[in-house]
């Protein structure tokens, strides 16, 4: 029996190149981003995402709403124990990031992207016109 029967259930094959893991909060679901330590040649992915979708019964809404519990906070049992032997794993280097964080980087990665394709594109225009 396997020391991580979570994660050969996930299909993550190569344990030994886990490096690092994230958790993202959603609105409905949660999202969790394993990374692996490979070379740059690798033909093979650095990373995977997993989707695990959140239980929302009409109990569970009125539950939550009784107790005043955030859904952020409530995972599903695969979730917890796939984050449970990735903790033990990477000696618990994790990062969980909510929604609105996660938002704000991706905005902040777009702009660096765009800055870079716009001066591009406006060197490119200037070598055209002095052609």
């Known amino acids: 029996m396997s020391k991580y ?3 050969e259930e996930m299909g993550i094959k190569a344990i030994d190149e886990i ?3 994230k ?26 995402k997993f989707t695990f979708v959140r239980n929302h019964s009409a109990l569970n809404l009125q539950y939550d709403l ?3 519990m955030k859904g ?8 917890e124990r796939a984050i449970a032997e990735l903790t033990e794993l990477t000696g618990g280097e ?3 990031i909510d929604q609105p964080t996660k938002i704000v980087e991706d905005l902040n990665q777009m702009e660096i ?19």
Do not use: W
């Open 66 to 68: 009784q107790h005043h």
């Open 94 to 96: 994790s990062q969980v």
């Open 19 to 21: 490096s690092h893991f």
């Open 23 to 48: 958790v993202e909060h959603g609105k409905h679901a949660d999202v969790l981003k394993i990374c692996f330590s490979r070379p740059d040649d690798s033909k093979r992915s650095s990373s995977k």
């Open 72 to 79: 952020a906070e409530k995972r599903c049992d695969r979730l």
């Open 113 to 131: 992207v765009m800055r870079a394709k716009i001066a591009e594109m406006r060197s490119l225009v200037e070598t055209l016109k002095n052609a």
């Open 5 to 7: 029967p979570m994660l």
